[in-house]
Every structure is written in C-alpha cells, then in structure tokens.
C-alpha cells in the first residue's frame, strides 16, 4: 500500500476520478496535488518563458491555485495533503515530480482518447506511465 500518491490535477472530470480513486483506495496515504502549468498552450516553448511573460503566469497560476482547491476539496484522507503547481511539459514534469517528491504511486486521469486525436494530442498518461520511476494507476 503507497505511503505517499502523487495526482496531477487539471480541473477535468478524469482527474477528479483519479481523486476519488486515492480517496477510496489508500485514504491513509499522504496525497500531493500537482498541476502542471504546460507554457507551449501559450505559445512559448518549454521551460522558456520570454520577457512580458510575466501577465500570462499570473492567470496560469491563478487558474491553477482554484484548480488545486476545487481537488483538494474533493480529496477524502486521514493524512496529509500538499498541493504544488510546476512549469513545463506535462508528462515529463509529473514524471520528474514523481522522483524529487519521493512518491511511490502516481494515479492520474485518461481522457481514453484513441486514433488519430491520440496521436495529435499524444497522452500524458501513457508517457508517465513508460517512463515513472514508481507505479502508476490511470484513473478513466
């Protein structure tokens, strides 16, 4: 049984299942909320935040802060809660969470996308479950 789940939340139906999942199966566990601010659906390029940026994070992060209450309200465990927001591309900084965060399970939401809108939109999921240093349960 994980000590310590790692969720990435982003406001969706399939997070807030992933929730639900930790909060009926390991309700003991230390839970980190994480949302992963992604700059490319700005524009910019990963980790690269040009100059005059500075107005679109605000927004980001406070879209974020309501994303993370609204998940942290729906989280039912005895133990403790964190809730983090980071910068970058989604499934490699889940992936890098999971391993400074010192977890050892990682439940995320699939929006079960298939064919071609998988290939264009590719699946954060899939890509932290290859390449997680920890167990991973995607949550449809």
């Known amino acids: 049984m994980p000590r310590h789940v790692l969720v990435p939340v982003d406001g969706s139906p399939q997070s807030l299942s ?4 930790v909060s009926g199966e390991w309700g003991d566990a230390d839970v980190t909320l994480l949302h992963v601010v992604n700059p490319v659906q700005a524009g910019y390029s990963a980790g690269v935040l040009p100059s005059g940026s500075e ?3 605000k927004e980001a992060k406070a879209e974020a802060d309501e994303i993370l ?3 942290r309200e729906h989280l039912d465990v005895d133990a403790e809660v964190a809730t983090d927001v980071d910068v ?3 499934a490699a900084t889940i992936v890098e969470a999971a391993d400074e965060r010192n977890v050892d399970h990682v439940v995320i939401g699939s929006h079960g996308r298939s064919g071609v809108s998988r290939l264009v939109l590719g699946s954060v999921a899939e890509g932290v ?3 997680s240093p920890v167990p991973v349960t995607i949550v449809r």
């Open 129 to 131: 479950a290859r390449k």
């Open 18 to 21: 992933a929730i639900e999942f």
């Open 69 to 71: 209450r609204e998940a």
């Open 88 to 90: 970058g591309r989604p």
């Open 55 to 57: 107005e679109w994070y």
